[in-house]
């Protein structure tokens, strides 16, 4: 029987439906186009996520030894498995009688340095539900896992783990896959289905819905990058109710219990790290915005437009705007004049600005003031909290989505951080972070940031201290200001971890923005 559905897969091409093809398409037309409607898609613009793959996972994990796979077994997908001396970059060699091949290859367990240096997780599969799940099953760290397969061989037609859902990125080569609609791969119900057929080639992504049975032969030499992921759990509820094991057991025990979270955020349109995947996404949350604005009461202008500008955000979840009416600063409180101007052959002496050799203005002690009485307004504030000044601008389309994505991101790679800069000017080179992010040195412009629960409780001030310019307090409270009797005056036990976007996410009104997200 295995050999006549063979058969009858490769040479029927009678009703016979075409897999869509598609391009910049939004996580919410896939999961209520193809996911939730059970259709597979093919997308054709993610090669950017994977660039360099394949130079990349061979210099990591080519002479790691691996379980081989070949195909014409008599095991699951019609696989044998073995264990050889045969190292990952072997099996890219020409082949004999039997060709070995990858299949499946968890990545997590056999090569975690290649997820943790370059691995990007697509947006489509950002929120996988199997991730939530608190206890190690065995199938939570396979996946993303790694193919190599040889011309004309293949895998047999199966249905994956508890119908969850597949995706794969091929590399190289060409992947000549049948779909068929949800159902049994057993005849007579076998040949009732509805069926897709269809090549994919090196740089398409293929996503196959939950419960479809399918089979891939290769054309030519192929690697590719898979996963299987729970995006609802429409059909999953059936087949671990349905079956035996300790495995299904676990899953059923937590995946439906009245308290696990299986909600899905349609409008995160961000690919996202190794470590975001594995430690922040499957907690995702749409926290309160707290925001404060400094205003001065004669500008009712900038109010007026700071009050639109936030309405007219495409706000992905809640948020609370509030005004400061900024503070008046008092002389009594400033440097006469700054100690220590700037030597002439300090490398950066050209970028400093001119009250280095100036009285500290009124203005700015009042700026500084009003910054810290809007950190008291929001100190104790639960979820994300935002100080503006009134000339603050952003993109409204997209302002709130990359907050979020940027947050999530620090959270990963930092979870002690105090503040992020959504925008400034780095007069000593930033120290590289993340992807988007940078652990800033010397720099002003500090118009837009956000505060950490942490970061409030170094941002205290005796009230005895003289103060100078917001954008050069910072710097010295982060030990980084090229006068080092202000990092003493300023600095709390521990110094201010200060990171900011690479590319600024909010502007001042009327500066050049050109880098701008």
């Given at each position: 029987?295995?050999?006549?559905?063979?058969?009858?897969?490769?040479?029927?091409?009678?009703?016979?439906?075409?897999?869509?093809?598609?391009?910049?398409?939004?996580?919410?037309?896939?999961?209520?186009?193809?996911?939730?409607?059970?259709?597979?898609?093919?997308?054709?613009?993610?090669?950017?996520?994977?660039?360099?793959?394949?130079?990349?996972?061979?210099?990591?994990?080519?002479?790691?030894?691996?379980?081989?796979?070949?195909?014409?077994?008599?095991?699951?997908?019609?696989?044998?498995?073995?264990?050889?001396?045969?190292?990952?970059?072997?099996?890219?060699?020409?082949?004999?009688?039997?060709?070995?091949?990858?299949?499946?290859?968890?990545?997590?367990?056999?090569?975690?340095?290649?997820?943790?240096?370059?691995?990007?997780?697509?947006?489509?599969?950002?929120?996988?539900?199997?991730?939530?799940?608190?206890?190690?099953?065995?199938?939570?760290?396979?996946?993303?896992?790694?193919?190599?397969?040889?011309?004309?061989?293949?895998?047999?037609?199966?249905?994956?783990?508890?119908?969850?859902?597949?995706?794969?990125?091929?590399?190289?080569?060409?992947?000549?896959?049948?779909?068929?609609?949800?159902?049994?791969?057993?005849?007579?119900?076998?040949?009732?289905?509805?069926?897709?057929?269809?090549?994919?080639?090196?740089?398409?992504?293929?996503?196959?819905?939950?419960?479809?049975?399918?089979?891939?032969?290769?054309?030519?030499?192929?690697?590719?990058?898979?996963?299987?992921?729970?995006?609802?759990?429409?059909?999953?509820?059936?087949?671990?109710?349905?079956?035996?094991?300790?495995?299904?057991?676990?899953?059923?025990?937590?995946?439906?219990?009245?308290?696990?979270?299986?909600?899905?955020?349609?409008?995160?349109?961000?690919?996202?790290?190794?470590?975001?995947?594995?430690?922040?996404?499957?907690?995702?949350?749409?926290?309160?915005?707290?925001?404060?604005?400094?205003?001065?009461?004669?500008?009712?202008?900038?109010?007026?437009?700071?009050?639109?500008?936030?309405?007219?955000?495409?706000?992905?979840?809640?948020?609370?705007?509030?005004?400061?009416?900024?503070?008046?600063?008092?002389?009594?409180?400033?440097?006469?004049?700054?100690?220590?101007?700037?030597?002439?052959?300090?490398?950066?002496?050209?970028?400093v600005r001119p009250y280095w050799t100036r009285p500290v203005t009124r203005g700015e002690v009042g700026c500084t003031l009003s910054h810290l009485a809007a950190i008291n307004m929001l100190r104790g504030k639960q979820g994300i909290t935002i100080i503006l000044e009134d000339d603050a601008g952003w993109n409204t389309k997209t302002f709130s989505l990359h907050l979020h994505h940027l947050i999530r991101q620090l959270n990963a790679y930092d979870p002690d951080w105090d503040m992020l800069l959504l925008g400034a000017v780095f007069l000593t080179p930033p120290h590289n972070a993340t992807r988007d992010l940078v652990r800033v040195g010397y720099f002003y412009q500090a118009h837009a940031y956000v505060v950490s629960p942490r970061g409030f409780s170094k941002l205290m001030l005796n009230d005895t201290i003289p103060l100078v310019a917001w954008d050069e307090l910072l710097p010295a409270m982060a030990k980084a200001h090229p006068q080092p009797h202000l990092n003493t005056l300023y600095m709390r036990n521990t110094p201010l971890r200060i990171y900011?976007?690479?590319?600024?996410?909010?502007?001042?009104?009327?500066?050049?923005?050109?880098?701008?997200?």
């Amino acid at each position: 029987m295995k050999l006549l559905i063979f058969i009858y897969i490769f040479l029927h091409v009678v009703d016979s439906k075409t897999v869509k093809r598609e391009s910049n398409l939004s996580y919410e037309k896939f999961m209520n186009e193809y996911v939730n409607k059970h259709v597979p898609v093919i997308i054709t613009d993610y090669s950017h996520v994977f660039l360099n793959a394949s130079k990349n996972i061979l210099k990591e994990c080519g002479q790691k030894q691996a379980t081989l796979a070949y195909t014409n077994g008599s095991g699951w997908a019609n696989l044998h498995h073995e264990s050889t001396d045969m190292t990952v970059s072997d099996l890219l060699k020409p082949c004999g009688k039997t060709c070995y091949g990858l299949f499946d290859w968890p990545l997590p367990r056999t090569c975690p340095s290649f997820l943790e240096k370059h691995w990007i997780m697509p947006k489509y599969f950002a929120q996988d539900l199997l991730q939530k799940v608190k206890k190690d099953i065995q199938y939570k760290g396979s996946w993303p896992s790694f193919f190599i397969g040889h011309d004309k061989t293949f895998g047999g037609l199966h249905k994956d783990i508890a119908n969850t859902a597949f995706w794969q990125y091929v590399i190289q080569g060409t992947k000549r896959w049948v779909i068929l609609s949800q159902g049994s791969i057993d005849p007579p119900n076998f040949f009732e289905q509805e069926m897709y057929k269809v090549d994919v080639h090196a740089g398409e992504l293929i996503f196959i819905p939950g419960g479809s049975p399918h089979q891939v032969k290769n054309e030519g030499l192929t690697m590719a990058f898979a996963g299987n992921v729970i995006l609802n759990m429409e059909g999953v509820l059936e087949e671990v109710s349905d079956s035996d094991g300790s495995y299904y057991k676990e899953v059923h025990e937590e995946m439906f219990a009245p308290t696990f979270d299986t909600t899905i955020d349609i409008s995160l349109e961000e690919d996202i790290t190794w470590k975001e995947w594995k430690h922040i996404l499957p907690n995702v949350h749409i926290p309160v915005v707290h925001i404060v604005f400094i205003n001065l009461e004669k500008r009712e202008g900038r109010r007026l437009a700071m009050e639109k500008q936030v309405a007219n955000t495409m706000w992905h979840g809640p948020y609370v705007l509030s005004r400061l009416n900024a503070i008046t600063g008092s002389l009594e409180r400033t440097f006469k004049k700054w100690p220590q101007p700037v030597p002439e052959d300090t490398p950066w002496a050209n970028q400093v600005r001119p009250y280095w050799t100036r009285p500290v203005t009124r203005g700015e002690v009042g700026c500084t003031l009003s910054h810290l009485a809007a950190i008291n307004m929001l100190r104790g504030k639960q979820g994300i909290t935002i100080i503006l000044e009134d000339d603050a601008g952003w993109n409204t389309k997209t302002f709130s989505l990359h907050l979020h994505h940027l947050i999530r991101q620090l959270n990963a790679y930092d979870p002690d951080w105090d503040m992020l800069l959504l925008g400034a000017v780095f007069l000593t080179p930033p120290h590289n972070a993340t992807r988007d992010l940078v652990r800033v040195g010397y720099f002003y412009q500090a118009h837009a940031y956000v505060v950490s629960p942490r970061g409030f409780s170094k941002l205290m001030l005796n009230d005895t201290i003289p103060l100078v310019a917001w954008d050069e307090l910072l710097p010295a409270m982060a030990k980084a200001h090229p006068q080092p009797h202000l990092n003493t005056l300023y600095m709390r036990n521990t110094p201010l971890r200060i990171y900011s976007t690479r590319n600024k996410l909010a502007w001042q009104k009327g500066k050049t923005h050109d880098t701008d997200l």
